[in-house]
């Protein structure tokens, strides 16, 4: 079975502060890893994901298999980033042909100004 | 707007009616998910097509859901003798048919069953 954990509700950082948005996975295969983010009022969408190794909006995320962890993290916090952040694990083609979502429960990140 | 539709946005209804949500993909996507998402939760995957074949069904899937994607464009959800446990955000998402590609997600519909 595949699971995604994220310990974390709510996460509270100062304007400039450091962010690290934790997540950690159990799955016997190799999984594909993302990050979602969901802004007020608006619908879920794609940050990163591992295989592309990008930084976006100053954002990045490394894929530790030992630790089973794909953390999120940004140097410099900013009050737009504000928002809902899901971490998301892609299996195995499953036969099917569907690459379907297992999400974590989220973490709220909220940068106080 | 090229992005994923769905209606409506917001369904209130009473416990034990029939609802029927509908979600528009992006034109070029061939895969197509439904998901169910609670308070306090992350997305819950429900149900995949490809094209106009569902392949796949979570076994949050009761046999009051039913879904269906006629000529592999639009898709809907079904929900009979509706439940308050019902009650729920369902998302849709759509993707490409390479691989992993991204899932592009709609806005949702939020039902409340009362």
């Known amino acids: 079975a595949q699971r995604v954990t994220q310990p974390e509700k709510l996460l509270s950082v100062f304007k400039g502060a450091p962010v690290e948005l934790k997540c950690n996975y159990s799955?016997?295969?190799?999984?594909?890893l993302f990050w979602y983010v969901q802004y007020s009022r608006q619908r879920l969408q794609l940050l990163l994901r591992h295989i592309s190794r990008e930084s976006i909006k100053g954002f990045t995320a490394d894929l530790n298999k030992g630790e089973t962890s794909f953390h999120l993290k940004k140097p410099f916090a900013q009050e737009e980033d504000s928002a809902m952040y899901y971490c998301?694990?892609?299996?195995?083609?499953?036969?099917?042909?569907?690459?379907?979502?297992?999400f974590g429960k989220g973490t709220k990140l909220s940068v106080i100004p | 707007d090229t992005g994923v539709s769905q209606n409506p946005r917001h369904k209130i209804t009473k416990r034990g009616q029939n609802v029927t949500f509908r979600c528009d993909p992006i034109s070029e996507h061939n895969r197509l998910y439904w998901y169910r998402q609670t308070l306090g939760q992350g997305p819950e995957f429900l149900t995949y097509?490809?094209?106009?074949?569902?392949?796949?069904k979570s076994r949050l899937l009761s046999d009051r859901f039913s879904a269906e994607r006629p000529k592999g464009s639009f898709s809907t959800l079904e929900i009979q003798r509706t439940e308050q446990g019902d009650s729920a955000m369902y998302l849709c998402a759509s993707s490409s048919s390479g691989g992993r590609d991204e899932q592009f997600f709609g806005p949702g519909t939020r039902l409340t069953v009362l």
């Open positions: 799955y016997s295969g190799s999984p594909e």
């Open positions: 097509f490809q094209n106009e074949a569902q392949l796949e």
């Open positions: 998301a694990l892609s299996g195995t083609y499953s036969g099917a042909g569907s690459y379907q979502l297992t």
